[in-house]
Structures are given as structure tokens and as C-alpha cells.
């Protein structure tokens, strides 16, 4: 399946970032079930607020629902794209720009308590920089929690034994070719489990756990299958981890 190619295509990734058709929100369940773990992890405000960053913020939509759950705490949201921080601003109080290598971060050194990093990690081109510019900021056992598409989600499986290239991965900025689905939104790398796993152990954290979330882009019929699939991460659409700084 082939998709139209936009009228005016990206010269490269960073165009690509800035033009408004791109998505650069989340699915809100996931939203939810991330802030949700992370309000565990953190625990009441009172007597201490903590920093959070949302890095990777997108229009704030994750952002947003989350701060509701994580009362008293600051919620900060942070991007590299103009155009999302203009819709951000209008969703959340703070957010400013920044990038993800070379101290391109505006925050001090162990200056944060936790990152939100939801479905960034498969857009870099660079994902190690990321990881250490994100343990950079991060105190001594500040918390990560990330998600991305799951390379080896249920569906996957079937369509490479079909030869289908699978969802969630591209190999154009301009259109969909050879897999499902409608929306080219600049996906690099993926990852399965266990290779998220090892990935961030390596990059300086401890994973403290891996839970599977749905994906709201599965057709309605397959949706109860894919609520299934979040009890097993190896088979879920999408990746949940906790990690802790070392």
C-alpha cells in the first residue's frame, strides 16, 4: 500500500519535525497509564514538589493530561520543534526548547526528578546521546519513564511472516510503503523488549519494570485482542518502562 506524497516534501528531518501535518501527540490511555506509574514512583507532593520534564512534548496533549495526576509536582515541557511548542504553550504552563544531544537541554546538571519520554526515542537519529543527556539532568535516582512502539507487537509477527513490512516502521518521509496504515510520522529505530531493555541498562539506568499498553491505530475488531496482548510487553503494541538513574 502507497500513500499520496505530500505536496511539498521535507528536505530533511528537521523540516520534517516542523511541518504542522505531522502528528506530535500520543494516544491519551498511554498518557494516563504512564502518569499513573510515575505518580506512584514519586508519591505526593507534599512536602516536596518534584521537577518533571515532559522532553519530547509534542502540541503538550501528554503533558497535560498527565499534570492532573501529579498534583503539587512541576510539570515542564520541553521540544526541539517551534511549531509544537507554539501548541504546547496554549495546553500547558511552561514549556521551552531544547534538544537531546550535546547539552542541548536547558536544565543543570541533576537539576530534575523525572522524565517523561513518550514515543520520542524511535524519531532519533541519535538515541545514545539522547539517554545521556537525559541521565545528565536526572538526579541520582530520578526516574525515566519511556514508551515506543514494540518492533515484535502481535501483529508484527504475522505480517513479516507474510513478508508485510511492519507496522509502526517506515522507509520514507514522503509515504507509506509496503505496510498498513495511512500516516508517515518519521519513525528511525524500533525495539522489541528485550532490546529496550538492554539498550537503557547500558545507557546508565536501571529498568525497574516493562509493561505493554495498546495502540490506538489497531482496527476496532482487533482492539480486545490487543488489550490481551498488554498482559505479555514481548507481544504489546507499545512499551512502557520505568527506569531509575545510577
Not at 78 to 105: F, N
Not at 142 to 159: E, F
Request: a positive charge; charged letters at 20%; proline letters at 10%.
Amino acid at each position: 500500500m502507497t500513500t499520496t506524497t505530500p505536496a511539498s516534501p521535507p528536505r530533511d528531518l528537521r523540516d520534517f519535525y516542523e511541518n504542522p501535518a505531522v502528528p506530535v501527540a500520543s494516544g491519551t490511555p498511554r498518557s494516563i497509564r504512564q502518569a499513573r506509574m510515575l505518580a506512584g514512583a514519586l508519591g505526593p507532593a507534599d512536602p516536596e514538589p518534584r521537577t518533571i520534564l515532559d522532553i519530547g512534548c509534542g502540541d503538550g496533549t501528554a503533558a497535560a493530561t498527565a499534570a492532573p495526576l501529579l498534583p503539587g509536582h512541576h510539570v515542564i515541557g520541553v521540544d526541539w520543534s517551534q511549531d509544537a511548542l507554539r501548541r504546547a504553550r496554549t495546553r500547558i504552563p511552561y514549556a521551552v526548547r531544547g534538544e537531546l544531544t550535546g547539552g542541548g537541554l536547558p536544565f543543570a546538571p541533576e537539576s530534575a526528578d523525572a522524565v517523561l519520554f513518550s514515543e520520542v526515542i524511535e524519531h532519533l537519529v541519535d538515541p545514545d546521546a539522547a539517554l545521556d543527556e537525559i541521565r545528565r539532568i536526572l538526579r541520582p535516582g530520578g526516574h525515566l519513564m519511556l514508551s515506543t512502539p514494540n518492533l515484535a507487537a502481535w501483529y508484527n509477527r504475522a505480517l513479516l511472516l507474510a513478508g508485510v513490512q511492519p507496522v509502526f516502521s517506515e522507509v520514507s518521509l514522503r509515504g507509506i510503503h509496503g505496510r498498513p496504515g495511512k500516516e508517515v510520522v518519521g519513525h528511525l529505530r524500533l525495539y522489541t523488549a528485550r532490546a529496550l531493555r538492554e539498550f537503557v541498562a547500558a545507557s546508565g539506568f536501571t529498568v525497574v519494570t516493562l509493561e505493554g499498553a495498546p495502540f490506538h491505530g489497531v482496527p476496532r475488531p482487533l482492539r480486545p485482542l490487543d488489550r490481551l496482548a498488554c498482559a505479555r510487553p514481548q507481544l504489546a503494541s507499545i512499551l512502557l518502562l520505568h527506569a531509575r538513574r545510577t
